[in-house]
């Protein structure tokens, strides 16, 4: 069971949304931090752990900052997630740069920051090269271990997945890396998607440590760190339960004891299960309809919030005020994209809506924000932060209509 509280009291979040514009996301700064800290104790047996946030969850500067601050490191996957966690003042190998079918210029970047390059394939060991005039230092790969392991329900079967070096070219990239110049060789792999089973993470951890040894037996090459992606899932339904990660730091350690012989390095690149919980979508009912349902219509739509509409995703909502009334009303709860599957919710059984209740959607602190897009014409909404002294301070404001036709051309452009 996870319990969905909101963390601001009905009379504060009333007030506050009376105040600024709906829908907006709101962060927990404090929650975020504690959660942080949990996972750094779950880990501190092992030297040099480090969780790269998978910046693509929550791309903004102040998180990624004071998640910098903690001691945690970026995952970039592009141009734009470099910079950001450039300005959030993390630099050198405190970045991973995962990437797949990557542009020079994100590899130039990504060099020029000292970033770890994550390679996706053998041939970009060329690409490399080619992009930033010489080899790095610093080398990993990012493993597709195929059909030797089945991936995650989410992710999918490794062997359809775009993503990694297969088993029979990963000891290949190691020996040319080095011959290129490499001298430091990390690995990675990432074949979960939110999920909440620890042993599939645990297993995880088993197949790199023994590719570990096995790099070392035919290579002779020393791998210094291991990366086991993201993926670590949340409960996003009540009844879902969190992954431990006391336990799940307890049981890799176990394994790293028997496996593992030299101070090897454990990382994470965990972007959901760092800021999903503790972000909330605030939206206020425009419109109640009976109709062959009964629709509650929104402020926010699914440019807003990707996730129910795209994988049919549960994200839990509340009423500020009418938690304690019987949830005795169905609806299907919609958005105003000319899209129907705009829908946070359908058959949800709530209490009864009226025009202006305020809603909390639970659970958008990653990939929630950052999947936002502008169909329709869709304004991307501003995003607030709770800090920890309970003040609330403003981290994006929201897209004006300006911002939305910026891009556009009064005069065609000849050229
Ligand atoms: C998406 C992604 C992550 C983060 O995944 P979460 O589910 O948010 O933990 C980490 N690494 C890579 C390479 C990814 O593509």
Not at 151 to 156: E, R, S, T
Not at 196 to 207: C, F, G, H, N, W
Not at 227 to 234: A, H, K, P, R
Not at 318 to 334: E, F, I, Q, R, S
Request: charged fraction near 25%; proline fraction near 4%; glycine fraction near 8%.
């Amino acid at each position: 069971m996870s319990t969905k509280v909101f963390p601001l009291p009905e009379s504060e979040i009333n007030a506050f949304a009376a105040k600024v514009e709906t829908p907006f996301h709101i962060y927990d700064e404090a929650a975020i931090e504690n959660n942080v800290r949990r996972i750094q104790r779950a880990f501190a047996w092992n030297e040099g752990f480090i969780n790269y946030f998978a910046v693509k969850a929550l791309p903004n500067v102040n998180i990624v900052r004071m998640l910098g601050s903690l001691g945690f490191g970026a995952d970039c996957s592009s141009l734009a997630e470099l910079i950001i966690a450039e300005q959030a003042g993390i630099t050198g190998e405190r970045i991973m740069f995962t990437s797949n079918d990557t542009p020079d210029e994100e590899f130039r970047k990504a060099y020029e920051l000292g970033a770890v390059l994550n390679l996706d394939d053998i041939t970009h060991i060329e690409a490399v090269e080619r992009a930033v005039g010489s080899f790095p230092e610093t080398v990993s790969f990012r493993y597709n271990p195929g059909a030797e392991r089945t991936g995650n329900a989410i992710i999918g079967n490794p062997v359809e997945s775009k993503y990694g070096v297969t088993r029979s070219q990963i000891f290949d990239c190691y020996r040319i890396a080095k011959e290129k110049g490499a001298k430091h060789f990390m690995l990675h792999t990432m074949v979960a998607s939110n999920e909440l089973d620890a042993s599939y993470i645990v297993e995880t951890a088993r197949m790199l440590f023994m590719l570990v040894n096995e790099i070392r037996k035919k290579t002779g090459i020393i791998i210094e760190r291991v990366d086991l992606g993201g993926g670590v899932g949340i409960p996003y339904r009540p009844e879902d339960k969190a992954i431990s990660f006391e336990k799940l730091g307890d049981e890799i350690h176990r394994l790293y004891e028997e496996m593992v012989d030299y101070p090897l390095k454990v990382s994470f690149e965990m972007g959901r299960a760092i800021t999903g919980p503790y972000g909330y979508l605030v939206t206020r009912v425009r419109h109640v309809a009976h109709k062959y349902k009964d629709y509650v219509g929104v402020d926010a739509t699914m440019a807003d919030l990707m996730r129910p509409a795209m994988y049919g995703a549960y994200h839990h909502i509340t009423v500020p005020g009418k938690d304690d009334w019987p949830h005795d009303h169905k609806y299907d709860v919609t958005g105003s994209l000319c899209e129907n599957n705009d829908k946070f919710a359908i058959n949800r059984m709530l209490p009864e809506l009226e025009r202006g209740d305020l809603l909390i959607i639970h659970d958008t602190g990653a990939h929630g924000h950052s999947m936002g897009f502008n169909y329709n014409g869709k304004l991307r909404h501003a995003e607030y932060l709770i800090r920890k002294d309970g003040s609330i301070a403003m981290i994006r404001r929201a897209e004006t209509i300006e911002d939305y036709l910026r891009t556009q051309l009064d005069e065609p452009l000849e050229i």
